[in-house]
């Protein structure tokens, strides 16, 4: 099964731009990875999702290098209203049976 | 729309009793799923469906059942409710196994 690891906490200033990491292996064959963002008292809420190379939305952008064994969720000029938990998801094929694996999660906290 | 929504938000529950958390969704996605959040952690996969009469276990699927006999509606039934299971409960779904998953408000689940 694939297995992540993301940074527990990270601290960033208002305005600032804010690069999460997730690393993950055994990827499966051309799944997507995707991150989500939690409030606490609410379900997952997703930001973004990409296969490879770079995505860019309207409130982020992902990076997926050629090997598929990390991504790097980029949150442009953050605000007060980003400090939440960051989660990256992928999925894990063993035997055509699917597993979706939950990053451990990163609690950003935007400061003033 | 209303999404996924979860019922109850709230439960207590004594060792040995037995409930059902209810999910539905009226997107008519394919896959649904179950994750569960302890305090502090991500989400753990419990189990999940594919489609109608379609189910799998996840990474934790012991001390809880499911079934599909609607698109819409995935229950998740734990016979025997244990202090280890104390717990939020979140409901999710996605068009496919690619798609990003809708989450519902999740249930707060304690077994004294």
């Known amino acids: 099964l694939a297995k992540t690891t993301q940074p527990i906490s990270m601290d960033s200033y208002e305005g600032q731009e804010v690069n999460i990491t997730c690393s993950h292996n055994?990827?499966?064959?051309?799944?997507?990875i995707t991150w989500y963002q939690q409030f606490p008292s609410q379900g997952p809420r997703f930001i973004i999702q990409g296969y490879k190379t770079k995505v860019t939305n309207e409130v982020a952008s992902l990076f997926i290098p050629a090997d598929r064994k990390s991504s790097t969720l980029s949150l442009p000029r953050v605000s007060l209203s980003d400090t939440a938990v960051y989660y990256c998801?992928?999925?894990?094929?063993?035997?055509?049976?699917?597993?979706?694996?939950f990053g451990t999660g990163t609690r950003l906290k935007v400061l003033a | 729309n209303a999404g996924v929504t979860q019922t109850p938000k709230f439960r207590i529950l004594k060792i040995g009793q037995s409930m059902t958390l209810q999910c539905t969704q009226d997107?008519?996605?394919?896959?649904m799923y179950w994750y569960r959040q302890d305090p502090g952690m991500g989400l753990k996969l419990i189990y999940y469906s594919v489609g109608a009469g379609i189910t799998d276990k996840g990474e934790v699927p012991n001390g809880y059942n499911v079934s599909r006999s609607t698109t819409e509606d995935f229950p998740l039934r734990l016979e025997l409710a244990a202090p280890s299971q104390t717990s939020v409960y979140f409901c999710a779904s996605s068009t496919n196994s690619n798609q990003p998953q809708h989450f519902g408000d999740g249930t707060r689940l304690s077994i004294l």
């Open positions: 055994n990827i499966a064959t051309n799944d997507y």
């Open positions: 997107m008519n996605h394919n896959y």
């Open positions: 998801l992928v999925p894990s094929s063993t035997s055509g049976t699917y597993k979706y694996i």
